[in-house]
């Protein structure tokens, strides 16, 4: 069984700012296409991405934070 991955995409890293400070193990995903983080919120694992604005971006990033499942 694979482990549970929850994915949260804003379209403003500002927007993921309240989250930050109750974050652990915070790393950046290297060779992303767009601004993206693994970290733990208590006990499950975290992919937090950063989209950009519109609809375009957000598909785009949707389909790239399925795809690291």
């Given at each position: 069984?694979?482990?549970e ?8 890293r ?5 989250l930050w ?23 499950r ?14 598909a785009r990033?949707?389909?790239?934070v399925?795809?690291?499942?």
């Amino acid at each position: 069984m694979a482990a549970e991955l929850t994915a949260v995409i804003a379209a403003l890293r500002r927007e993921l700012m309240h989250l930050w400070r109750h974050l652990r193990g915070v790393s950046r995903v290297a060779g992303a296409p767009i601004p993206a983080w693994r970290a733990r919120l208590g006990d499950r694992d975290l992919l937090l991405a950063v989209s950009g604005m519109g609809m375009v971006a957000a598909a785009r990033a949707t389909d790239w934070v399925l795809g690291q499942g």
